[in-house]
C-alpha cells in the first residue's frame, strides 16, 4: 500500500530500527496484532530502508 492510499482513513505508523534489540523485539508482537488492526480497518504503511555501511 502506497502512503497516498491512506489519506483519509485511520493509520498507524511505526517507526521501527532495524539496528535497535527494541525494535526488533517489537516484530512478533506487531506481527500478532496485525490481524487484528486489518480486520478494524486501520490502514498501515510499510517501507523498508537498508542502512549503508
Do not use: D, N
Request: hydrophobic residues 45%; glycine residues 10%; aromatic residues 4%.
Amino acid at each position: 500500500m502506497a502512503s497516498v492510499e491512506l489519506a483519509g482513513q485511520a493509520a498507524v505508523v511505526l517507526f521501527l530500527s532495524s539496528g535497535c534489540p527494541k525494535c526488533r523485539g517489537t516484530v512478533p508482537v506487531l506481527q500478532q496484532i496485525l490481524p487484528a488492526i486489518r480486520s478494524a480497518g486501520i490502514g498501515h504503511y510499510s517501507q523498508r530502508r537498508t542502512r549503508a555501511l
